[in-house]
């Protein structure tokens, strides 16, 4: 890794990254700051709308955001939560703007940290989330000088079933904000954090009792109104129509066809077969599994699921404006979260939007075919694609 990237600290963890806090994603991006964070940061300047869907010098020198990743125990009991404080100073002498979803502003909502036990590394278990492509709210800027500190806790996010010694480590890829094609600005990969670490039980390491995976049926929770099941009812059908219309395809001759080169990037028979078996589970489980929703999430994007806990899936803010059908549809947002259980496709969240997605298809094939968004409009297929 380029050392501009790292730099090394008797704390722990200092490398390029960012940690807003909450309140920068407001009006006022450099206003606030809670119980969990402090932040000392200048007021944004005039103009800033203006920039907001521009490539400008807020977008270079992201390897000045320097953070440094402490915890205060070097041991934790079953009970105890996995706290890790984080500081960070932009030290460059201009103003800079960072996609918040790379950065735990929100909290753990990605497995932003690489976390192993004895040497082998842990499953993330926490929240995958189909989010809109990026827009100028979902950007932060900070100023020269402004030092944010947020306190995030990672042990309902990663399996920490098992005692044992456990490392951790940062790890994000921060796109160029608004760029014509995406564009890596910088690849952030810390140095380790240790500690000894009691094994605990979390509902998101536990399998499911209840039989639903063998019996097809719809339940809610999170006091879904009757509409909203309703909506519900058609999004469920559309996705398992999406995903049977995906599988005829992969089923036909393979071959360099736009439609899969467009979503998956490069024809080769390993991946495609890859494909095929992707959308054989998908289709399976809108077949066949029994889908709970729940109605209670009131985030700005389409949905999340936990990778562990199939068939269950919580609808957010964007999911209810969205289309029955068609592109970022209800449908499609239920073919993408059904893509990250661990029971199907197992897929991560690597980009938004299809602009991105068809860019990361020709860069990165296999984090194409890792990716929930490339899943959903591959099944999509708007516009249509042979």
Same mark, same amino acid.
């Given at each position: 890794?380029?050392?501009?990237?790292?730099?090394?600290?008797?704390?722990?963890?200092?490398?390029?990254?960012?940690?807003?806090?909450?309140?920068?994603?407001?009006?006022?991006?450099?206003?606030?700051?809670?119980?969990?964070?402090?932040?000392?940061?200048?007021?944004?300047?005039?103009?800033?709308?203006?920039?907001?869907?521009?490539?400008?010098?807020?977008?270079?020198?992201?390897?000045?955001?320097?953070?440094?990743?402490?915890?205060?125990?070097?041991?934790?009991?079953?009970?105890?939560?996995?706290?890790?404080?984080?500081?960070?100073?932009?030290?460059?002498?201009?103003?800079?703007?960072?996609?918040?979803?790379?950065?735990?502003?929100?909290?753990?909502?990605?497995?932003?940290?690489?976390?192993?036990?004895?040497?082998?590394?842990?499953?993330?278990?926490?929240?995958?989330?189909?989010?809109?492509?990026?827009?100028?709210?979902?950007?932060?800027?900070?100023?020269?000088?402004?030092?944010?500190?947020?306190?995030?806790?990672?042990?309902?996010?990663?399996?920490?079933?098992?005692?044992?010694?456990?490392?951790?480590?940062?790890?994000?890829?921060?796109?160029?904000?608004?760029?014509?094609?995406?564009?890596?600005?910088?690849?952030?990969?810390?140095?380790?954090?240790?500690?000894?670490?009691?094994?605990?039980?979390?509902?998101?390491?536990?399998?499911?009792?209840?039989?639903?995976?063998?019996?097809?049926?719809?339940?809610?929770?999170?006091? $879904?109104?009757?509409?909203? #099941? =309703?909506?519900?009812?058609? !999004? %469920?059908?559309? +996705?398992? /129509?999406?995903?049977?219309? @995906?599988?005829?395809?992969?089923?036909?001759?393979?071959?360099?066809?736009?439609?899969?080169?467009?979503?998956?990037?490069?024809?080769?028979?390993?991946?495609?077969?890859?494909?095929?078996?992707?959308?054989?589970?998908?289709?399976?489980?809108?077949?066949?599994?029994?889908?709970?929703?729940?109605?209670?999430?009131?985030?700005?994007?389409?949905?999340?699921?936990?990778?562990?806990?199939?068939?269950?899936?919580?609808?957010?803010?964007?999911?209810?404006?969205?289309?029955?059908?068609?592109?970022?549809?209800?449908?499609?947002?239920?073919?993408?979260?059904?893509?990250?259980?661990?029971?199907?496709?197992?897929?991560?969240?690597?980009?938004?939007?299809?602009?991105? $997605?068809?860019?990361?298809? #020709? =860069?990165?094939?296999?984090? !194409? %075919?890792?990716? +929930?968004? /490339?899943?959903?409009?591959? @099944?999509?297929?708007?516009?249509?694609?042979?």
């Amino acid at each position: 890794m380029n050392s501009a990237f790292l730099r090394q600290s008797r704390f722990g963890l200092v490398a390029a990254v960012v940690l807003p806090l909450l309140a920068a994603c407001s009006s006022d991006p450099g206003a606030g700051g809670d119980a969990n964070g402090t932040t000392t940061a200048a007021a944004p300047a005039a103009g800033d709308e203006a920039l907001a869907t521009t490539t400008t010098s807020l977008d270079v020198d992201l390897d000045r955001l320097n953070v440094n990743l402490l915890s205060d125990k070097a041991t934790l009991s079953a009970d105890e939560s996995l706290l890790v404080t984080v500081s960070m100073t932009n030290t460059a002498s201009h103003r800079i703007r960072v996609l918040k979803w790379n950065t735990p502003v929100e909290g753990v909502n990605e497995p932003l940290f690489e976390v192993s036990r004895d040497g082998v590394a842990v499953d993330y278990v926490g929240r995958h989330y189909k989010r809109p492509a990026p827009r100028a709210k979902d950007y932060v800027i900070l100023a020269p000088g402004e030092t944010l500190t947020r306190t995030v806790d990672l042990a309902d996010s990663y399996d920490l079933t098992t005692t044992g010694n456990y490392q951790v480590r940062f790890h994000a890829a921060l796109p160029v904000a608004f760029a014509a094609e995406p564009q890596l600005a910088a690849e952030l990969l810390s140095n380790d954090v240790a500690m000894l670490v009691a094994g605990r039980t979390s509902f998101l390491t536990q399998p499911k009792t209840t039989g639903e995976e063998s019996v097809k049926a719809a339940s809610y929770t999170g006091a $879904c109104t009757t509409s909203e #099941k =309703s909506a519900l009812v058609t !999004a %469920l059908s559309g +996705a398992a /129509s999406y995903a049977s219309g @995906a599988l005829t395809y992969l089923s036909g001759t393979p071959g360099s066809k736009p439609r899969y080169t467009t979503w998956f990037g490069a024809y080769t028979s390993t991946r495609w077969a890859t494909a095929k078996t992707h959308y054989t589970k998908i289709k399976d489980a809108l077949d066949n599994k029994a889908y709970v929703f729940d109605c209670a999430c009131t985030d700005d994007y389409y949905a999340y699921v936990y990778p562990t806990q199939p068939y269950k899936v919580y609808l957010c803010n964007a999911f209810w404006s969205a289309p029955q059908t068609g592109t970022d549809s209800k449908a499609g947002t239920i073919v993408h979260e059904t893509s990250h259980f661990n029971a199907t496709a197992s897929t991560d969240d690597h980009t938004y939007g299809q602009t991105s $997605c068809k860019s990361l298809a #020709k =860069s990165s094939p296999t984090q !194409a %075919l890792d990716n +929930a968004d /490339s899943h959903e409009y591959f @099944a999509e297929n708007k516009p249509a694609l042979n």
